[in-house]
């Protein structure tokens, strides 16, 4: 692989207007020939509410209000992400110099504070959290990030490490910045995130924007139907855990040469972690729970992605990635050459198969990805064809009954019409997912747990005694408010 020098020496960031610069200086100074003229985002014509202030009639920026200033931040914010994904489109070649005073404009700072608070999240090392940043002052909050990057005397803080517990009983480590670190990592990925969509593949859809699971799944559908029939089900060992940072920021650098973004995200990568009674810097991985960890998790694969595609034909083997989980579906009869091919691959890029979880499935005989099993059948409305059928796993249908008697407890004290008020969220969160898919008869059977838990509650809530409850018919649960999941299913290919 050849790579692209990512420290352009000499860049300084003054806020002074300059006359003459061209639509490519706009964007962030892309260069892809020798041209090393810096341009800076003029901050003269921009009015004193878009830098933090905001007058009586327009109110105040919130993102549910969408007040005036709420609407332009915005429409600001998209414009230049539009201007920096058409700029990296149009030459795949092209690296962009200046794009730090970007990060640092109100407009880009306020819309990751945005995001910030709708993803919520707990509080890092400091223990400050997101309610308490709000009652002491959103906006001097984000003027006092804006200074600090201004000035560049942002430096990040430790990281707080927790443990999550998987489904087979290992543990995640989940690592959790301080809120301000979250705000700033937004802003980044707000303008990295465009340059760097222009050249991830089709077939990448973990993390991306107007991509979802559901998506990834109906293209493996469509190739399982059309005759890839033999599945390499790869997993990545501890993929976050495993993520070099040499290799990792060489990849950065072939569309980034700004030397203050890379040192942002040097200093993200190799920052001190805090884990229970000890602390450590990080030598390689990049933390589950950082707001910019997706997007280099997607930088680090995309290798993958274009080796897959200018080594092998296309039309005998398709790859389909959801981040670090993917598959690749082959028409061949032998699976072997691209086990090998991708093991050699995978080496360069310093990770590793996980020998446990990877393995080489028919199409015939399904296999589980992001919830669904997948299995290739014989059409139920052409018998003389064979269709991908998918509907939830096994593993999802037991997640969904533990959430449920999880929801529903031993709590006796509450009225039949709050738990339902409980259970409505994880209900209808879950069938969102799989109303798309073959999920009839796992809806009736959701159903039906359902409505057995709750006649089963109710009755130890009553002691057993029969004249002293009623028994809870699906139709009675329903006029209380329950959410059934029958007929919810909605068929959109």
Known sequence: MCYVNGEHKGTSYKMNNRSGRSTSQEVGGGHSTGDHEDNITSWEERTPALIGAYSDEEGPVTAKGKSPLAQRTRR????????????????STRTFGILYDKVCMWEVLWTAWIRVQKNKGAPGVDGRTIKAIKAEGEIDFIRDIQEELLAQKYKPQPIRRIFIKKSNGKLR??????????????????????????????????????????????????WITYGYTKIIDADISS??????????????????????????????????????????????????????????????????DKFWELQHDDWKTKLVRYCDDFVILVRDKTVAPYMCSLQTMLKRLKLELSSDKTMIVEAETGFDFLG??????????????CFCYCFPSQKSMKNIRMKI?????????????????????????????????????????????????????????????????????????????????????????
């Open 76 to 91: 600001k914010v998209q414009v230049l992400q539009n201007k920096l994904h058409r700029a990296a489109k149009e030459d």
């Open 173 to 222: 480590p989940l690592g959790i910045p301080v809120v301000r670190d979250r705000v700033v990592q937004g802003a980044v990925k707000l303008i990295l995130e465009p340059i760097f969509e222009a050249n991830f593949r089709p077939e990448s859809y973990g993390f991306r924007p107007k991509r979802s699971c559901q998506d990834a799944i109906r293209s493996i559908r469509k």
């Open 239 to 304: 993929y976050f855990d495993t993520i070099d940072h040499d290799l990792l920021m060489r990849l950065v650098q072939r569309r980034i040469r700004d030397k203050w973004i890379l040192r942002l995200i040097r200093r993200w990568l190799r920052c001190r972690i805090f884990e229970q009674d000890r602390n450590f810097l990080s030598e390689k991985g990049t933390p589950q729970g950082g707001v910019l960890s997706p997007l280099l998790a997607n930088i680090y694969l995309h290798p993958l």
């Open 372 to 385: 669904f099993h997948l299995v290739r059948k014989r059409s139920k409305r052409h018998r003389d064809r």
């Open 405 to 493: 008697r999880s929801e529903i407890g031993r709590d006796y004290t509450k009225s039949v019409e709050e738990i339902i008020a409980k259970l409505n969220p994880i209900l209808r969160g879950w069938s969102n997912y799989f109303r798309w898919a073959n999920s009839g008869k796992h809806f009736h059977k959701t159903d039906r747990y359902v409505s057995q838990c709750l006649y089963l509650w109710n009755r130890r809530k009553h002691g057993g005694i029969k004249r002293k409850h009623k028994k809870l018919s699906s139709a009675e649960l329903i006029r209380l408010g329950l959410h059934q999941l029958q007929g919810k299913i909605q068929h959109v290919d």
